[in-house]
T-cell receptor
Framework: NAGVTQTPKFQVLKTGQSMTLQCAQDMNHNSMYWYRQDPGMGLRLIYYSASEGTTDKGEVPNGYNVSRLNKREFSLRLESAAPSQTSVYFC????????????????FGNGTRLTVT | EDQVTQSPEALRLQEGESSSLNCSYTVSGLRGLFWYRQDPGKGPEFLFTLYSAGEEKEKERLKATLTKKESFLHITAPKPEDSATYLCAASGSARQLTFGSGTQLTVLP
């Protein structure tokens, strides 16, 4: 079982460049999420998609856009990268959205390590 | 605002030396308290969900407990392979999931 797959694993960008982080899950989950993880801070939610066709902002959405391409795939786009976006980005999925249900556990990918110079 | 605080930030144990990790939470209307394990270079891996004070769950050498203000992750006779960062997260009536910053556990052989 692949679970949640993220590409690329590593990326270096220059300030102002754009890129898209890809995420796919094979567990038939309804909800998908994008988090960032920075040293000394907890995981912070960027955007989520409670179900196919819907997306909503999380705690730190500025500078990002998302697309729920289908039930399996959820991409994160940085239109104009900034050094403050240097981070590790995790995609996750769950059977139901935390927002709407008791809170089924999240299943995470192995992350994309992004450096913006 | 929901808050989750984990302590200590780092913990070094000798193999076989039992200890506990703490997760203090301030969350209105707790809907679930989650524990995850994160290995270096990997994403968090789900361990437990606790829903109400007094609840306990066990998995191998790990036992998670919950009170109205805290959760503890007890590690009994740890082995080097238990070395990882342990994250807790709480979901409340605000309908969001708040993560703590984690406890980095190192178990020395």
């Amino acid at each position: 079982n692949a679970g949640v797959t993220q590409t690329p694993k590593f990326q270096v960008l220059k300030t102002g460049q754009s890129m898209t982080l890809q995420c796919a899950q094979d567990m038939n989950h309804n909800s998908m999420y994008w988090y960032r993880q920075d040293p000394g801070m907890g995981l912070r939610l960027i955007y989520y998609s409670a179900s196919e066709g819907t997306t909503d902002k999380g705690e730190v959405p500025n500078g990002y856009n998302v697309s729920r391409l289908n039930k399996r795939e959820f991409s994160l786009r940085l239109e104009s990268a900034a050094p403050s976006q240097t981070s590790v980005y995790f995609c996750a999925s769950s059977e139901e959205a935390v927002v709407f249900a008791q809170g089924s556990p999240l299943h995470f990918g192995n992350g994309t390590r992004l450096t913006v110079t | 605002e929901d808050q989750v605080t984990q302590s200590p930030e780092a913990l070094r144990l000798q193999e076989g030396e039992s200890s506990s990790l703490n997760c203090s939470y301030t969350v209105s209307g707790l809907r679930g308290l989650f524990w995850y394990r994160q290995d270096p270079g990997k994403g968090p891996e789900f361990l437990f969900t606790l829903y109400s004070a007094g609840e306990e769950k066990e998995k191998e050498r790990l036992k998670a407990t919950l009170t109205k203000k805290e959760s503890f992750l007890h590690i009994t006779a740890p082995k080097p392979e238990d070395s990882a960062t342990y994250l807790c997260a709480a979901s409340g009536s605000a309908r969001q999931l708040t993560f703590g910053s984690g406890t980095q556990l190192t178990v020395l052989p």
